[in-house]
């Protein structure tokens, strides 16, 4: 027996990525299969704990910010990043992150200010996942088939052909669908069929995690919990993670340069030595694996009806907990591309745009994440033997370790040039005007209507947030009331593209738009900017579009 589906869209991969793009595309009217070899809402290894805030921005789109704001850790329990000697030892410095409960209200901390809606969240992914799942289950046009396996496909003129396999009944699966999207992990399929090959720094350091249960961990702390707590001492360094905020804890045990055999190191005596606790101490390993973190990238994204994203394009040692985030970002960007194609009002052209915009931001945070990973070894390496030395010396070189664990840690735990920061400077559908946008760093931003950036987010003056008051696809911010956008949008209407014209009334608007008009894309990225309308704004869209422009044809 055969089962057949026919949709627009075949996703393949029910990760945190794939239900993202799933979700998106049918919000904006695209039918979507997609097949996981997982059962429904099964929840993955535990890995994620970082949901940025511009994954939280998309999540709010979607509807589902706040369920997964209220699942994870218990509302009060910090969200910190705490350096000791040991886990159960002596404090070296804290990043303060909010507890879920003060996230929106908090100020003060390093990452309170950030001009957004919705604030990181510190969620792990065996929690985070099968809320999204519930969330894209419901999402009309959604179609998920889980215990399915996509075992090949072949393009032609008009689609792809996929067949999977029913994992349960042997049964046999046929798709066929206008693009396939592999969402489908570091070990991808759909990788290997469009013919990329990953790339890049094979090691950059290796790592023994261990998942388990302490329910005494927590009482024996000296110091206020905090979410993830780093140990720092000349017999063994590595962190653990709250996950339930309880009893359950995921420990990392990072190897030395010298340390290349995972089997050479005694997993229990590193555990003990990280926590800081004898051999009395009791706990239950619900899971341990051993792992390589890598800095590896697809050489190509695309090859016709067929896309990667997510870790089937690049995976990255989670320094800074980019991984997820940055595939999120690789999947919105291709989900309203390929929606306005479908959709009718974007040329195939418009495709082109993925792999031009996402590649080479990508590649710059795997190379953030690298080079981040190789300065935290160097300091877990440089920990003074006398770090644990009683009396005044001891407290100075403590206090002088927690100064600089603190300042180069707060730039991945504090990201807000990966979240805000990044701009797309060399899209084939961007209406580039001659300035740069500005420079980011891992922590760093400037938010600016350079197009190709982010669009700036602002609270309007009826209290709602920008990102709420834009249309589903693209908007005309109108900063000044009473400029006549008539040809703009009867330019828009002739083309069939959604367009909503906001009129943005708000404190600091002016200013931080710097022009009268801002055009938003549907993925909250500046599109084209000016103090009037384009001399031919059908020319304009039309290249906004990747279509042949109507206006010289
Ligand atoms: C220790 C650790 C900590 C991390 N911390 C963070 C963090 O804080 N923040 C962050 O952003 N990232 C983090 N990451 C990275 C993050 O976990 C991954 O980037 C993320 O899971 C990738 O999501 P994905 O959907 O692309 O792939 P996956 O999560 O791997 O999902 C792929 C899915 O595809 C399915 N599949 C595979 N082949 C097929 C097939 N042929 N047919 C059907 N289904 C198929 C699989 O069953 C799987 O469910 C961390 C990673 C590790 C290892």
């Known amino acids: ?49 970082h949901v940025a805030a511009r994954t939280m921005e998309i999540f709010r789109r979607l509807g589902v910010a706040r369920a997964l704001r209220n699942t994870g850790l218990p509302p009060d329990y910090p969200n910190d990043v705490a350096y000791r000697t040991t886990v159960t030892g002596m404090e070296l410095s804290r990043i303060p992150i909010p507890a879920r409960q003060d996230r929106y209200t908090a100020t003060g901390g390093p990452d309170t200010w950030w ?96 998942y388990f249960r302490a329910p005494d961990l927590l009482g024996l702390l000296k110091h206020k919990p905090a979410w993830g707590t780093f140990a720092l001492n000349p017999r063994r360094s590595g962190n653990v993670y709250a996950i339930d905020g309880r009893e359950t804890w995921l420990l990392h045990n990072y190897l030395t340069s010298e340390e290349t055999d995972f089997e050479s190191v005694d997993r229990d005596w590193a555990i003990r030595q990280i926590l800081g606790v004898g051999p009395e101490f009791r706990y239950e390993i619900i899971s341990k694996e051993d792992w390589v973190g890598r800095r590896l990238l697809a050489n190509r994204f695309r090859d016709r009806r067929a896309f990667i994203c997510g870790d089937a394009a690049h995976l990255w040692i989670p320094m800074a907990g980019y991984g997820m985030n940055a595939g999120i970002a690789d999947a919105m960007n291709l989900s309203w591309l390929l929606a306005s194609h479908l959709n009718g009002w974007a040329g195939e052209g418009v495709l082109d745009a993925y792999e031009a915009e996402r590649w080479p931001i990508t590649e710059q945070v795997s190379h953030f994440a690298m080079n981040h990973a190789l300065a935290l070894q160097k300091q877990r390496e440089a920990v003074p033997a006398d770090i644990e030395q009683p009396g005044p010396e001891g407290e100075a070189l403590r206090a002088a370790c927690g100064r600089a664990l603190y300042d180069l840690n707060v730039q991945q735990y504090c990201c807000g040039g990966l979240n805000f920061g990044y701009f797309y400077d060399r899209s084939p559908i961007v209406a580039y005007d001659g300035e740069a946008a500005p420079s980011y760093t891992m922590y760093d931003f400037t938010p600016s209507t350079v197009p190709g950036c982010r669009t700036p987010h602002v609270w309007l003056d009826d209290g709602r947030s920008l990102y709420d008051a834009l249309g589903p696809e693209y ?41 009268k008009l801002v055009l938003s894309r549907p993925d909250q990225h500046v599109a084209w900017r000016g103090d009037a309308l384009p001399p031919d704004a059908g020319a304009l869209l039309d290249m906004l579009r990747g279509a042949e422009s109507q206006t010289t044809r």
Do not use: W
């Open 115 to 210: 001009p957004t809606p919705e604030p990181p969240h510190r969620i792990n992914q065996i929690y985070l996942e099968p809320v999204l799942f519930a969330h894209a289950a419901s999402t009309p046009g959604l179609t998920i088939l889980n215990r399915t396996r996509i075992d090949s496909f072949v393009q032609d003129e008009g689609g792809v052909s996929a067949t999977g396999t029913d994992i349960d009944s042997g049964e046999m699966v046929h798709v066929r669908a206008r693009y396939i999207v592999g969402c489908d992990g570091g070990r991808s399929e759909v990788r290997r069929a469009i013919g990329a090959t990953l790339s890049g720094t094979d090691v950059v350091g290796r790592v023994q995690s261990t």
């Open 475 to 515: 908007t005309l911010i109108r900063l000044d009331p009473a400029m006549d956008v008539h040809a703009f949008e009867e330019a828009a209407r002739a083309r069939g593209i959604p367009l909503k014209v906001l009129d943005v009334k708000a404190p600091d608007a002016a200013s931080l738009f710097g022009r």
């Open 1 to 49: 027996m055969t089962r057949n589906y026919e949709v627009q869209v075949l996703v393949v991969g029910a990760g945190p990525v794939g239900l993202s793009l799933s979700m998106d595309l049918a919000q904006r009217g695209i039918t979507v299969l997609t097949a996981e070899i997982r059962h429904r809402g099964e929840p993955p290894n535990v890995k994620c704990n």
